[in-house]
């Protein structure tokens, strides 16, 4: 499994989660709720080295 196929596994899961919060409530403030999963997801993302930048990438096709 390549860096982008986990990526976009462990976006689906937590869109998942947001989606059943947003069917399941009527809460005005579940916008915030998502936001903050959403920052979640990304900080595990940069923990797990999962979560690349331009630059990193750019300097990766650079060492080739």
């Known amino acids: 499994m390549t860096t982008n196929e ?6 689906n899961d937590k ?15 579940l916008g915030n709720e998502i936001v ?3 920052f979640d997801l990304s900080d595990e993302l ?7 930048t331009d630059t990193d990438t750019q300097n ?4 080739l």
Do not use: H, P, V
């Open 36 to 38: 903050r999963l959403f």
């Open 6 to 11: 986990l990526y976009q596994e462990i976006f």
């Open 46 to 52: 940069k923990s797990n080295n999962l979560l690349t």
């Open 15 to 29: 869109l998942k989660i947001a989606r059943k919060l947003c069917n399941a409530t009527g809460n005005q403030n």
């Open 60 to 63: 990766e096709k650079q060492n």
